[in-house]
């Protein structure tokens, strides 16, 4: 049986034991207690998916309608399992098709239509004055070279440097949406999988970096609240991503140096973390803006991404380029 056959029953199964009855195995929830570690932190370790069909913004179609029925969920899962094995044999990319079979089957997450709650449109809010102007910026300085003039001009994922998909905030990605989560004393560690992004977060009760340190990703710091663990995240550049594969060409989904992300992992049973995030910037949206997502437990490992490895997509992109600047094509 096929990887892409096994994985479409796998989602079919999942889809009917998320929606109905508990998954075999799992113990009820009202006897599963949470478990903590030598030193009196929750434990959050393990390998962890949050591979899901809910998309980060609430589809048109779904506008205004918060949740799903089990029934609809169920169907809106079906569906777009179809749809990622719908492509035609001479247009399949590899990341809908070919490496999807690296999630575990993915589900919708706890019946939402859009990962994003507040604002209650489920939709990141509009760009302020502020982001406008800077996009506007950044709009006539992408107008004024080409695409492929130099490396830096390429998205960050064409250059092996990073998906956003590490966070914060933590959204999944469109293939290898798996994660591990590792506890030491005063330290906590997310590895993803894709793009091997590392998360190192304090614990110790440090302060952020002085405002002179900026980091793609920020500066996290965690605490713990009861058996949750709040990280928030400052200290970011200009150039972080929030969502989907970052492109330096796309001015829509850059913040700014006022990005602030507050994060909260709270472990429900022994299979699942839900994940539920805050975002704001007061110098690119209107107002913050929340969502949240199941993490499921998988079976590990999580492979290595050898991105720069096998690179050779942005070498060509720029000789090809090159080759059209000397010929005037």
């Not at 809106?76 to 079979?101: A, F, L, P």
């Not at 001009?153 to 293939?175: A, F």
């Not at 506890?183 to 906590?188: K, P, S």
């Not at 850059?254 to 110098?283: G, K, M, N, W």
Request: aromatic letters at 8%.
């Amino acid at each position: 049986m096929s990887q892409r056959i096994i994985g479409a029953l796998g989602a079919v199964l999942v889809a009917a034991t998320f929606l109905s009855a508990p998954v075999a195995g799992r113990a009820p929830a009202s006897a599963w207690t949470q478990r903590h570690l030598a030193d009196g932190q929750p434990d959050l370790q393990g390998y962890w998916t949050n591979a899901t069909y809910t998309t980060l913004e609430r589809p048109a179609e779904f506008a205004g309608k918060e949740f799903f029925t089990a029934e609809e969920a169920a169907a809106y899962q079906v569906r777009r399992e179809r749809e990622e094995n719908s492509q035609s044999k001479e247009d399949i990319h590899y990341d809908n098709v070919i490496w999807q079979g690296e999630n575990y089957p993915k589900v919708v997450t706890r019946s939402r239509t859009s990962i994003i709650y507040d604002p209650p449109d489920g939709k990141v809010p509009p760009l302020n004055a502020a982001g406008q102007a800077r996009a506007a910026v950044r709009v006539a300085e992408a107008a004024q070279r080409g695409p492929a003039d130099a490396a830096e001009y390429r998205s960050l994922g064409e250059r092996c440097i990073s998906w956003g998909n590490e966070g914060p905030p933590m959204v999944g990605s469109t293939y290898q949406a798996n994660l591990q989560i590792l506890q030491a004393q005063q330290r906590i560690v997310i590895r993803h999988e894709l793009m091997h992004g590392v998360r190192i977060i304090p614990v110790d009760g440090s302060p952020h970096l002085p405002p002179g340190i900026r980091k793609l990703n920020g500066d996290p710091r965690g605490r713990w609240e009861g058996n949750t663990l709040v990280v928030d995240s400052a200290n970011f550049t200009d150039r972080t991503p929030f969502r989907g594969p970052p492109a330096t060409t796309r001015q829509d989904i850059l913040s700014s140096r006022d990005l602030h992300v507050v994060e909260r992992f709270t472990r429900t049973d022994a299979d699942a973390i839900l994940y539920q995030f805050t975002v704001e910037d007061p110098s690119t949206w209107v107002r913050p803006w929340s969502g949240e997502i199941v993490m499921r437990k998988m079976e590990g490992p999580i492979f290595e991404y050898a991105c720069h490895e096998g690179n050779y997509g942005l070498a060509f992109i720029l000789s090809a380029a090159r080759v059209a600047d000397r010929t005037g094509q």
